[in-house]
Protein backbone atom coordinates (compact mmCIF):
# COMPACT_ATOMS: atom_id res chain seq x y z
CA UNK A 1 0.00 0.00 0.00
CA UNK A 2 2.89 2.64 0.44
CA UNK A 3 4.43 2.54 -2.57
CA UNK A 4 6.68 5.77 -3.02
CA UNK A 5 6.21 8.08 -5.97
CA UNK A 6 9.09 10.01 -6.57
CA UNK A 7 8.54 13.24 -9.34
CA UNK A 8 11.48 15.16 -10.86
CA UNK A 9 11.16 18.66 -11.79
CA UNK A 10 11.14 20.25 -15.28
CA UNK A 11 14.89 21.33 -14.40
CA UNK A 12 15.93 18.51 -12.95
CA UNK A 13 17.44 20.06 -9.80
CA UNK A 14 14.73 19.21 -7.25
CA UNK A 15 12.34 16.36 -6.87
CA UNK A 16 9.07 15.55 -4.91
CA UNK A 17 7.05 12.45 -3.76
CA UNK A 18 3.57 12.34 -4.08
CA UNK A 19 1.00 10.07 -2.80
CA UNK A 20 -2.57 8.87 -4.84
CA UNK A 21 -4.98 8.38 -2.70
CA UNK A 22 -6.87 5.15 -2.83
CA UNK A 23 -4.63 4.85 -6.54
CA UNK A 24 -7.51 6.00 -8.20
CA UNK A 25 -5.80 8.58 -10.42
CA UNK A 26 -2.90 7.38 -12.35
CA UNK A 27 0.66 8.66 -12.18
CA UNK A 28 -0.13 10.16 -15.84
CA UNK A 29 -2.81 12.54 -14.17
CA UNK A 30 0.54 14.37 -12.69
CA UNK A 31 1.77 16.17 -16.21
CA UNK A 32 4.55 18.18 -14.86
CA UNK A 33 6.69 19.43 -11.56
CA UNK A 34 7.96 22.83 -11.53
CA UNK A 35 10.28 23.49 -8.27
CA UNK A 36 10.74 27.26 -7.06
CA UNK A 37 13.54 27.06 -9.41
CA UNK A 38 11.55 26.31 -12.68
CA UNK A 39 8.26 27.44 -11.49
CA UNK A 40 9.19 31.41 -11.93
CA UNK A 41 8.83 31.38 -16.01
CA UNK A 42 5.80 29.35 -15.71
CA UNK A 43 2.20 31.23 -16.56
CA UNK A 44 0.10 29.80 -14.51
CA UNK A 45 -3.19 28.41 -14.89
CA UNK A 46 -5.67 27.75 -12.21
CA UNK A 47 -8.03 25.47 -14.28
CA UNK A 48 -4.63 23.06 -14.58
CA UNK A 49 -2.11 23.95 -11.65
CA UNK A 50 -2.01 23.67 -8.10
CA UNK A 51 0.81 26.26 -6.40
CA UNK A 52 2.31 25.77 -2.89
CA UNK A 53 5.37 27.70 -1.56
CA UNK A 54 6.92 28.40 -4.75
CA UNK A 55 6.59 24.81 -6.13
CA UNK A 56 3.77 24.01 -9.06
CA UNK A 57 1.78 20.86 -10.17
CA UNK A 58 0.15 20.94 -13.24
CA UNK A 59 -1.83 18.34 -14.04
CA UNK A 60 -3.93 16.13 -16.65
CA UNK A 61 -6.95 17.34 -16.35
CA UNK A 62 -8.03 15.54 -19.34
CA UNK A 63 -6.88 12.32 -17.75
CA UNK A 64 -8.27 13.48 -14.52
CA UNK A 65 -11.80 13.99 -15.60
CA UNK A 66 -11.66 10.13 -17.17
CA UNK A 67 -10.91 9.09 -14.02
CA UNK A 68 -13.19 11.24 -11.71
CA UNK A 69 -16.38 9.09 -12.17
CA UNK A 70 -14.50 7.09 -9.32
CA UNK A 71 -14.62 9.78 -7.14
CA UNK A 72 -16.65 11.29 -4.40
CA UNK A 73 -17.02 14.38 -5.97
CA UNK A 74 -18.47 15.17 -8.94
CA UNK A 75 -15.72 17.17 -10.85
CA UNK A 76 -11.67 16.78 -9.90
CA UNK A 77 -10.27 19.86 -10.03
CA UNK A 78 -6.69 20.96 -9.04
CA UNK A 79 -6.93 21.94 -6.14
CA UNK A 80 -9.80 18.91 -5.06
CA UNK A 81 -6.76 16.30 -6.23
CA UNK A 82 -4.39 18.53 -4.17
CA UNK A 83 -6.67 18.88 -1.29
CA UNK A 84 -8.20 15.57 -0.70
CA UNK A 85 -4.96 13.34 -1.54
CA UNK A 86 -5.62 12.05 -4.54
CA UNK A 87 -2.13 13.67 -6.29
CA UNK A 88 -0.47 15.52 -3.14
CA UNK A 89 2.86 15.43 -1.55
CA UNK A 90 3.16 12.40 0.04
CA UNK A 91 2.81 14.41 3.52
CA UNK A 92 3.02 18.15 3.97
CA UNK A 93 5.26 19.62 1.80
CA UNK A 94 7.49 18.11 -1.30
CA UNK A 95 10.22 16.76 0.50
CA UNK A 96 8.17 15.49 4.10
CA UNK A 97 8.27 11.49 3.42
CA UNK A 98 12.70 11.43 2.94
CA UNK A 99 12.93 14.42 5.47
CA UNK A 100 10.67 12.73 7.97
CA UNK A 101 12.49 9.07 7.58
CA UNK A 102 15.69 11.46 8.22
CA UNK A 103 14.94 12.92 11.11
CA UNK A 104 12.95 9.78 12.59
CA UNK A 105 16.11 8.37 12.43
CA UNK A 106 18.45 10.90 14.05
CA UNK A 107 15.60 10.72 16.59
CA UNK A 108 16.61 6.77 16.81
CA UNK A 109 20.10 7.56 17.42
CA UNK A 110 19.62 10.19 20.09
CA UNK A 111 17.54 7.60 21.83
CA UNK A 112 20.80 5.54 22.23
CA UNK A 113 22.97 8.22 23.33
CA UNK A 114 20.79 10.38 25.52
CA UNK A 115 17.12 9.04 26.57
CA UNK A 116 15.95 11.84 28.23
CA UNK A 117 16.68 14.24 25.58
CA UNK A 118 14.99 12.18 22.79
CA UNK A 119 12.19 11.70 25.02
CA UNK A 120 12.11 15.68 25.15
CA UNK A 121 13.01 15.97 21.45
CA UNK A 122 10.11 13.22 20.94
CA UNK A 123 7.32 15.12 22.72
CA UNK A 124 7.52 18.36 21.02
CA UNK A 125 8.88 16.79 17.48
CA UNK A 126 5.19 16.79 15.58
CA UNK A 127 3.93 19.84 16.94
CA UNK A 128 6.83 22.37 16.49
CA UNK A 129 7.81 20.30 12.34
CA UNK A 130 4.00 21.55 11.93
CA UNK A 131 4.42 25.16 13.05
CA UNK A 132 7.23 25.12 11.23
CA UNK A 133 5.57 24.04 7.97
CA UNK A 134 2.34 26.64 8.68
CA UNK A 135 5.16 29.47 9.37
CA UNK A 136 6.65 28.46 5.93
CA UNK A 137 2.73 28.96 4.21
CA UNK A 138 2.57 24.93 3.15
CA UNK A 139 -0.81 24.29 1.94
CA UNK A 140 -1.85 21.54 3.99
CA UNK A 141 -0.06 22.92 7.04
CA UNK A 142 -2.45 25.65 7.04
CA UNK A 143 -5.86 24.47 6.26
CA UNK A 144 -7.78 27.27 8.58
CA UNK A 145 -6.39 30.05 6.58
CA UNK A 146 -7.05 28.24 2.96
CA UNK A 147 -10.66 28.08 4.24
CA UNK A 148 -10.94 31.91 5.44
CA UNK A 149 -9.55 33.32 1.73
CA UNK A 150 -8.71 30.98 -0.37
CA UNK A 151 -8.78 33.32 -3.67
CA UNK A 152 -6.22 36.20 -1.80
CA UNK A 153 -3.94 33.71 -0.67
CA UNK A 154 -3.79 32.52 -4.19
CA UNK A 155 -3.11 36.61 -5.75
CA UNK A 156 -0.65 36.70 -2.90
CA UNK A 157 1.52 33.58 -3.85
CA UNK A 158 1.29 34.92 -7.67
CA UNK A 159 2.44 38.18 -6.33
CA UNK A 160 5.31 36.47 -4.61
CA UNK A 161 6.85 34.72 -7.32
CA UNK A 162 6.50 37.46 -9.88
CA UNK A 163 8.73 39.14 -7.43
CA UNK A 164 11.77 36.57 -7.29
CA UNK A 165 11.53 35.95 -10.17
CA UNK A 166 12.30 39.95 -11.34
CA UNK A 167 15.04 39.94 -8.50
CA UNK A 168 16.64 37.26 -10.18
CA UNK A 169 17.05 38.54 -13.75
ZN1 LIG B 1 13.01 22.61 -11.07
Keep these: MCVEHKKMCVCGQNSASFQFRDEIMPDEVLEKLYCPVCSSGVAYDAETMIRDNGWIIKYDMEIARFMSQ ?27 RADSVREREELVKLANTDKKAYIERFKSWGISRMNRLAQEGWRKADEKQQREEPLQREEDAGA ?10
Design 70 to 96: KLPAAEASPAYLFDEGYCTWDGIYPTD
Design 160 to 169: GVRELSEVRT
